[in-house]
């Protein structure tokens, strides 16, 4: 079964940095875009981040110049580089990947990390 799951999150002061991870595993033949959503408590999930298999990156005008993503294609891997974070980067961040496996292309998610960022 292709799985994908987050590590990372946890409580942070103002200012500071966290890295977050996502692991996929299971039997994959491929990984093409890969990335992070987030979503506040009375917010819409809002895109973060994402990547492509050629390394290509997008990001949300509240992560540019804070945030870096980046992959490893041969450990099946995203990260999420955040650095000088704001109480208002508080959420829930979410992995996602699209993968080939069994025969067909899927978006797989993971069950998401919590990121407190505190005043």
């Known amino acids: 079964q292709v799985q994908v799951v987050e590590s990372g999150g946890g409580l942070v002061q103002a200012g500071g940095s966290l890295r977050l991870s996502c692991a996929a595993s299971g039997r994959i033949l491929s990984i093409n875009n890969m990335g992070w959503l987030r979503q506040a408590p009375g917010k819409e999930r809002e895109s973060v981040a994402d990547?492509?298999?050629?390394?290509?990156?997008n990001y949300a005008d509240s992560a540019k110049g804070r945030f870096t993503i980046s992959r490893d294609n041969g450990r099946n891997m995203v990260y999420l580089q955040m650095n000088i974070l704001k109480p208002e980067d508080t959420a829930v961040y979410y992995c996602y990947a699209n993968i080939h496996a069994g025969g067909s292309w899927n978006t797989y998610w993971g069950p998401g990390t919590q990121v407190t960022v505190s005043s």
């Open positions: 990547i492509s298999s050629a390394g290509i990156t």
